[in-house]
């Protein structure tokens, strides 16, 4: 049956940086549980239980699978079968940066793949604009000109409402605004990855004038969609008793084992020990945690049924951290070496 945005319950959202557009405070994620391995009937269940719980953005990118291209064809389907007449009521955002076809056309961020991807992606979700186009990561040997001005391009042609940045370190992100400012292009997000375990926003950046990401992203006006906040699983309960045979860490792939020691589990167990003197799980917990700093937007995650979702959305109503609870948080909320992305892109 098809979903009716307009019924949704009331999910909070927040306004995104200075711009006109506002996000619920969760987005679904579609990098991994979107790929061929998984039964369409599964994704578009788990899609459209989304939409109906009041998650009206989708975060896609051109290379989401495997193989890549599936998340997007997927959703594709699902937006023209159940969705159409909601699409106006729903943010859908795709990025262009990882590999998505071989050669040297096929990556990073020069205009020649970021506009080709963009058609490509807009063909597989059978749209004619995104409401979100990210540059994915930054490129070294692109100038920033070259990648800002293709982001502009996506815009003034009509191919997507706002542009973004996604996992640029805080100097790059202050470069990427200048740059933006003498061409005039609106930068509207940018999409790092943070959370309990994983803090590298809040660290000061020497090339960004002493600054985080959190502080230039929030001078910039930038909104700030924070990706992983679950640690791919490792801020749940997931891990507390092994290693679950349908979880994502048995199947291999970006949770890495190293990702599990028992340093990480240690603390992840006395996080787990503070959420239940709350009444939460410890995904309640982690989701919460991120979304108390006001210049966050929205925190991107990743649900493999819709009972994780519907679990996680209740950390929407729940009450404030304390400053007590927050810097108990503190003493386990250390860096876990668990950010896949750091060295790939931002630290180039
Ligand atoms: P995550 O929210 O940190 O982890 C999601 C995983 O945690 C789920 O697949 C599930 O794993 C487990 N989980 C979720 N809710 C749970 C619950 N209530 N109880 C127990 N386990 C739970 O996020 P992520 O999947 O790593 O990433 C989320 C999204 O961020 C992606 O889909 C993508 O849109 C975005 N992202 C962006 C970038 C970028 O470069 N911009 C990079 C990575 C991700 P199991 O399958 O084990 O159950």
Request: charged residues 20%; proline residues 7%; negative net charge.
């Amino acid at each position: 049956m098809p979903v009716v945005a307009s019924a949704r319950p009331d999910l909070p959202e927040r306004r995104c940086g200075r711009s006109g557009l506002v996000l619920p405070e969760v987005s679904l994620g579609l990098w991994q549980n979107f790929g061929g391995a998984t039964p369409f009937a599964t994704q578009r269940e788990l899609v459209l239980a989304a939409v109906d719980l009041g998650v009206t953005h989708l975060d896609l990118a051109n290379n989401y699978g495997p193989p890549p291209g599936a998340a997007e064809e997927s959703v594709g389907r699902i937006l023209t079968r159940d969705l159409a007449s909601s699409r106006d009521q729903l943010v859908v955002s795709t990025k262009a940066g990882y590999r998505q076809w071989p050669g040297p056309y096929g990556e990073h961020g020069s205009r020649k793949y970021l506009i080709a991807s963009l058609d490509q992606s807009l063909g597989r979700l059978g749209l004619d604009h995104v409401d979100l186009f990210y540059s994915h990561r930054f490129d070294p040997r692109t100038p920033l000109e070259e990648t800002i001005g293709a982001l502009g391009t996506a815009l003034t042609s009509g191919r997507a409402r706002a542009v973004g940045i996604s996992s640029y370190s805080a100097s790059r992100t202050a470069q990427a605004l200048e740059v933006a400012a003498s061409l005039g292009v609106p930068l509207t997000i940018c999409q790092p990855s943070y959370s309990m375990l994983n803090r590298w926003v809040e660290e000061p950046d020497p090339g960004a004038g002493g600054r985080s990401l959190l502080e230039v992203a929030s001078d910039g006006g930038l909104g700030i969609a924070a990706f992983s906040p679950l640690a791919q699983g490792l801020l749940t309960d997931r891990y507390l008793h092994g290693v679950p045979a349908d979880s994502r860490a048995a199947r291999g792939g970006p949770m890495r084992p190293e990702y599990l020691s028992e340093a990480n589990l240690a603390h992840v167990r006395a996080l787990d020990a503070i959420a239940r003197a709350r009444g939460q799980s410890l995904a309640q917990l982690a989701i919460g945690w991120v979304l108390r700093d006001p210049r966050v937007t929205t925190v991107v995650l990743g649900a493999r049924t819709r009972e994780q979702l519907e679990s996680n959305l209740a950390a929407l109503h729940q009450s404030p951290l304390t400053p007590d609870e927050l810097a108990a948080i503190d003493l386990d909320a250390v860096d876990g070496g668990v950010n896949l992305w750091g060295p790939r892109s931002s630290d180039l």
